[in-house]
Nanobody, 118 residues
Framework: QVELAESGGGLVQAGGSLRLSCVFY????????MDWYRQAPEKQRELVAT???????SYADSVKGRFTISRDNAKSMVYLQMNNLKPEDTAVYYC????????????WGQGTQVTVSS
């Protein structure tokens, strides 16, 4: 059984930075793809960033050059460094994990709120 727990959200002014963390409880962190998603009020959940077991990364166009995803396999952690935050980044941010062997069996965290004031 896998559980995910996000932390690091908060209130920040536009132009500021936050670092989100997600801890992976369970076995097999190193073989999981880790995603960060976000969901703003009355909007669909959207994929923000992905990091593969081999540490390849990809980003939504809206965050490229501002956000950086990373992972620490020794600590079973994934991070999202968010710089130059904009009010439109305001959302609940979720961590997701899934194995490439069984991608339909995905795990989600409970989310952490990020609010960017203008």
């Amino acid at each position: 059984q896998v559980e995910l727990a996000e932390s690091g959200g908060g209130l920040v002014q536009a132009g500021g930075s936050l670092r989100l963390s997600c801890v992976f409880y369970g076995s097999g962190f190193g073989i999981n793809v880790m995603d960060w998603y976000r969901q703003a009020p009355e909007k669909q959940r959207e994929l923000v960033a992905t990091i593969t077991p081999g540490a390849s990364t990809s980003y939504a166009d809206s965050v490229k050059g501002r956000f950086t995803i990373s992972r620490d396999n020794a600590k079973s952690m994934v991070y999202l460094q968010m710089n130059n935050l904009k009010p439109e980044d305001t959302a609940v941010y979720y961590c997701k994990a899934y194995s490439l062997v069984r991608p339909s069996n995905a795990y989600w965290g409970q989310g952490t709120q990020v609010t960017v004031s203008s």
